[in-house]
T-cell receptor, first 112, second 113 residues
Framework: GESVGLHLPTLSVQEGDNSIINCAYSNSASDYFIWYKQESGKGPQFIIDIRSNMDKRQGQRVTVLLNKTVKHLSLQIAATQPGDSAVYFCAENIGGTYKYIFGTGTRLKVLA | DSGVTQTPKHLITATGQRVTLRCSPRSGDLSVYWYQQSLDQGLQFLIQYYNGEERAKGNILERFSAQQFPDLHSELNLSSLELGDSALYFC????????????FGSGTRLTVV
C-alpha cells in the first residue's frame, strides 16, 4: 500500500530524462548531508552523502550539489528509470552526532 | 535487506490500547534510534539507545517508552494510544553513539482505530 507523504510535492519526469530534486536545509552549522530514497512500504535507503567541505559529489547516476551560501542541496538523477519512483528526502547532521534533521521529501514519479 | 529487522510490519489496534514494537539492529551496531513518520511529515526523532543505555531523547511523548536489551534489540512501547499515533515507526542502527553509518529498518505501520 501507499506509504507516508500523500501530500508531498511531486516531481513527474519522463523515463530517460534527468531529474533534479531540491532540499533546503535548516542549520548553517550542519556539515554532513545525506539523500535518502524511500519506496512504498520500505525504510529510507541511503543514496549518496556529501560533507560540507565539498560542493559536488557523484555516484552512479546520481550527483549531489551543495550550496552552503543559501543552505541548499540538490539531487540529480541521470536517465531516470521507473525504479527511481519513490520519495526522496535529505537529512542534515552536525559533527557526526546522533541527530539527523530530515526534510519532508519529494515524490518522484517516472512516466513511461 | 538492510540488516535492521523490525516486527511486526503492520499493527492495527484500538484507541487506549498499548503496543510494543521490536527492532533488532544490524549485526555489530550498538546504537538504536527510533523515529516516527506521519503523513506529510519528515522523520521525527524519538529516542536513542546505546549499548543498553538511553543516550538521547527527542520529541517522545510521555505515553511512549523504549528500552534496549543486553542482546541489543530494542522495544518501543506505545500506551494509551490515540488516533494521532497512527504512523510509520522506524528503527535505525549505527555502530557507535554518533550518526555515522545509519541504517534503517523497513518500519512498522501502526494504525489506531
Amino acid at each position: 500500500g501507499e506509504s507516508v507523504g500523500l501530500h508531498l510535492p511531486t516531481l513527474s519526469v519522463q523515463e530517460g530524462d534527468n531529474s533534479i530534486i531540491n532540499c533546503a536545509y535548516s542549520n548553517s552549522a550542519s556539515d554532513y548531508f545525506i539523500w535518502y530514497k524511500q519506496e512504498s512500504g520500505k525504510g529510507p535507503q541511503f543514496i549518496i552523502d556529501i560533507r560540507s567541505n565539498m560542493d559536488k559529489r557523484q555516484g552512479q547516476r546520481v550527483t549531489v550539489l551543495l550550496n552552503k551560501t543559501v543552505k541548499h542541496l540538490s539531487l540529480q538523477i541521470a536517465a531516470t528509470q521507473p525504479g527511481d519512483s519513490a520519495v526522496y528526502f535529505c537529512a542534515e547532521n552536525i559533527g557526526g552526532t546522533y541527530k539527523y534533521i530530515f526534510g519532508t521529501g519529494t515524490r518522484l514519479k517516472v512516466l513511461a | 535487506d538492510s540488516g535492521v529487522t523490525q516486527t511486526p510490519k503492520h499493527l492495527i489496534t484500538a484507541t487506549g490500547q498499548r503496543v510494543t514494537l521490536r527492532c533488532s539492529p544490524r549485526s555489530g551496531d550498538l546504537s538504536v534510534y527510533w523515529y516516527q513518520q506521519s503523513l506529510d511529515q519528515g522523520l521525527q526523532f524519538l529516542i536513542q539507545y546505546y549499548n543498553g543505555e538511553e543516550r538521547a531523547k527527542g520529541n517522545i511523548l510521555e505515553r511512549f517508552s523504549a528500552q534496549q536489551f543486553p542482546d541489543l534489540h530494542s522495544e518501543l512501547n506505545l500506551s494509551s494510544l490515540e488516533l494521532g499515533d497512527s504512523a510509520l515507526y522506524f528503527c535505525a542502527s549505527s555502530p557507535s553513539t554518533g550518526g555515522w553509518g545509519y541504517t534503517f529498518g523497513s518500519g512498522t505501520r501502526l494504525t489506531v482505530v
